[in-house]
């Protein structure tokens, strides 16, 4: 395809009907593309306002940690639209993606939501898509309709696109009724003149609405409780009846809307909440301003139950009427929407074909979101089991759900069952298909007691003190490793450092030929990403074990598709400088070279030297290495840990790690104030390493 005005790529993903649900078909298209390319940007030309944010261009935005500003991401409101001419519409829209291409690889634009001005904002949507020179990714609307209906609507849609002049990329069929969804792609091929795309049925998670979204449209006061972080709601049910009736039909995720005056219902409901023995509620609006005080004090003091208790003044009928008319957003917060989203996309659109039509060859940069991304393609592409011990933090529950969801790895959570389950179900999260293992319970305990005895006998273990240890999640964790239950293990969101890698040191040692464990830290800067090591664990290595770290991290770097160049710095380059800290870097790069002499490793070398091409030519002219490295290994722990945080803080470098590396089986530790974030893409990294 040919290029649009400047050099980014385009696609221009729009509906002609509203109601069809592109916002989860851009989402799965984003992700797709920032694989791939350097730098993906997001750009719509038309939102309803300006405030409150357009959901879509924040979801982006934050989702994926976009440079662009939000104003600098729409090009007018609507209102603007109906006071402005059609060129001066246009030239407007131009200008706004201009403002948000320079220096991106591929923009994704989003056409209009169709519900300001319908036949206007098509022909808007289909006269910017022409002049972007922009290939369309149309998107129908298959909600309760039957499969011919969907059918001929993308052969009209498509007409009348053919008609305006647009370019074609392919057609999704978007919210279809899974009954008909087969017969819709099998006769899609056909209907859309053999475009790529797929058919995506009807999810209701996407579709239903947070108690966010609900306290907003109805202005609610909260009276306990946090709105912004609960769980979706899939079902209304009104609080009338007698208490031990109530509480027979309540299910899942009921949003509870019962007067304020009743107490009874109140009360049973969070304390069935909270006994983990009832479905977890999504939450509680309380109608009629009828909040007495005693019903107030009982939410609060049972807001640790993680309800949203709400107050308005309307009555019952009303405000469940008013509940029916919130329309759900897939917003920045809702992780579990996001990534439903994004598995449906993967799964059910053949994005290979759509990025082979868009002439997406391979950026020859790799952007720290770009390699994040590769990270989770790579482990779900060959998919390993990963064990959580610390299965009742909640970051792990939410990361938990996050992967399982998107089908990374399969995991096993490390606690009571009972507990974990309602800890999760309180948090509004689901957990589909993860194993739940109680080390004090389970039948492997006095199994792995044993083999650690075994392996730690010349220390004096006996069978008693293994059998205590193995209650301990991270040392039971790591004998599920060690027995083959498990491939990789990751903790320390709650433990020391020390207590995540001491079992590994214990009972899975060091890979063969490998004497060392070390640490490493995947750099990922501007565009491209690097090796930092040893950051975290060797304090003051000699020569042998510089050279070990060396060849550890020429292995990780190889690991993640990291063409390995070793520079092994120092304050002095080449034969130029002389002293004890010189020597031992020279003695440990001649070790390095006599162990693996296809590795391309320059040292000593001081760091300039190591980066920069320009004085490379002048320290060490010829040298692979010099000006190219990769991997970057430092004479010693207070260097390299220093180092690493000055260039994450200083260059806005994203710094994975750190990596443990020269383990037999992969165990990798989390700092303790870890995010979501980081255990996802740490599990990842565990899944890699022991895809081998």
Known sequence: MQNGPGKARNVYVTALEPGSGKSAVVLGLFEVLVRRAGRVAFFRPLVADAAPPDPDVELLRRHYRLPQQYADSFALTAAEL????????????????????????????????????????????????????????????????????????????????????????????????PR??????????????????????????????????????????????????????????????????????????????????????????????????????AGLVLTGGLVEPAVHRLCQGLGAAGVPVLAVPGDTFETVSAVGRVRAAIRPENERKIAAAIRMFEDRVDHDALTRRLDMARSTRTTPLMFEQQLLDRA???????????????????????????????????????????????????????????????????????????????????????????????????????????????????????????????????APGVSLVSSAFLMCLA??????????????PDPVQLAEIALSAAHTATTFGIDPRVAMLSYSTGESGTGADVDLVREATALVRSRQPDLLVEGPIQYDAAVDPDVARLKLPGSKVAGRATVFIFPDLNTGNNTYKAVQRSAGAVAIGPVLQGLAQPVNDLSRGATVHDIITTVAITAIQAQG
């Open 380 to 510: 779900r592409a060959d998919r390993r089991h990963i064990v959580l011990p610390e299965g009742d933090d909640e970051r792990i529950l939410r990361a938990a759900e996050q992967l399982l969801l998107r089908g990374v790895v399969d995991l096993t959570l490390l606690g009571s069952e009972t507990e974990l389950r309602s800890r999760a179900s309180s948090l509004g999260l689901a957990l589909p298909g993860v194993r739940i293992v109680d080390p004090v319970t389970s039948p492997w305990r006095k199994d792995f007691a044993r083999v650690y005895a075994e392996q730690r006998r010349h220390r004096g273990v006996a069978l008693p003190l293994a059998l205590d240890l193995m209650a301990d999640g991270t040392y039971f964790g790591t004998l599920m490793v060690r027995q083959g239950v498990a491939d990789g293990v990751v903790s320390g969101a709650t433990h020391t450092t020390a207590h995540t890698i001491r079992p590994a040191f214990e009972v899975i040692r060091t």
């Open 180 to 281: 008909v969804a087969e017969a819709v792609r099998a006769e899609l091929p056909v209907a859309s003149g053999g475009l790529p795309g797929g058919v995506l049925p009807e999810l209701p998670l996407l579709s239903a609405p947070t108690i966010a979204e609900v306290a907003a449209v109805l202005e609610a006061e909260v009276v306990a409780g946090d709105p912004r972080h609960a769980r979706e709601i899939e079902r209304v049910i009104v609080g009338a009846m007698g208490l031990p009736h109530f509480l027979e039909r309540v299910c899942d995720a009921d949003l509870v809307i019962t007067p304020g005056d009743r107490a009874d219902i109140v009360a049973g409901t969070l304390a069935a909440h909270l006994s983990g023995a009832y479905p977890a509620v």
């Open 527 to 540: 565009d491209h990403v690097v090796v930092y090591a040893d950051c975290a664990v060797v304090p003051n």
């Open 82 to 177: 109906r006071r402005s001419s059609r060129d001066g519409v246009l030239g407007r829209v131009l200008d706004g993606w201009a403002a948000v291409a320079a220096g991106a690889d591929v923009v994704v634009v989003e056409g209009s939501d169709l519900t300001a001005s319908p036949a206007t904002e098509v022909d808007l949507n289909a006269a910017a898509a022409v002049h972007l020179e922009a290939p369309v990714l149309l998107v129908v609307g298959g909600r309760e309709r039957s499969a011919v209906h969907v059918l001929d609507a993308v052969r009209r849609d498509l007409a009348a696109l053919a008609e305006r002049g647009c370019e074609m990329l392919g057609v999704v069929c978007n919210r279809v009724d």
